[in-house]
C-alpha cells in the first residue's frame, strides 16, 4: 500500500491543523492506520492510531485531548485533526499503516511496515 500524506503548513500556537493520508487500496480491516511524528534530533515518536477495524482509537501522552484521529473509509482516508497547537508540536508528521502490529507494541515505529513521505508541520510562537 502507498501512503500519501497532505494538508501539512505553518499555524500559530494555539491554533488549528489537519493533516490526511490517503492510501491506494483499501485499509479498513487490512491495516491498522496511525500517525507518528519526527522533530529534529528526535527518534519518530507515536502520535495516534485507529486500531483495526476502527473501533477504538490511542493517542500519545503528550497530545492527548488535544489531537483526534479520524477515518473517511469510503475514501481510503485518515485525517488528524490538532487543535492547541504548540511549538513543541512542530515536526515532520507521518502516516503509518501495519499489518501485524500488536497491541503491546502500536507505538514502536517498527511494528509498522507501511509509511508515507510526511508532511511537515510548523507551530510559531
Known amino acids: 500500500v502507498q501512503l500519501v500524506e497532505s494538508g501539512g503548513g505553518l499555524v500559530q500556537a494555539g491554533g488549528s491543523l489537519r493533516v490526511s493520508c490517503t492510501a491506494s487500496e483499501r485499509t479498513l480491516g487490512r491495516f491498522v492506520m496511525g500517525w507518528f511524528r519526527q522533530r529534529p534530533g528526535k527518534e519518530r515518536e507515536f502520535v495516534a492510531v485507529?486500531?483495526?477495524?476502527?473501533?477504538?482509537?490511542y493517542y500519545g501522552d503528550s497530545v492527548k485531548g488535544r489531537f483526534t484521529i479520524d477515518r473517511d473509509s469510503a475514501k481510503n482516508s485518515v485525517y488528524l485533526q490538532m487543535n492547541s497547537l504548540k511549538e513543541e508540536d512542530t515536526a515532520v508528521y507521518y502516516c503509518a499503516a501495519s499489518t501485524s502490529v500488536i497491541m503491546s507494541t502500536m507505538t514502536r515505529a517498527a511494528s509498522y511496515n507501511y509509511w508515507g513521505q510526511g508532511t511537515q508541520v510548523t507551530v510559531s510562537s
Open positions: 485507529f486500531w483495526w477495524n476502527g473501533g477504538r482509537s
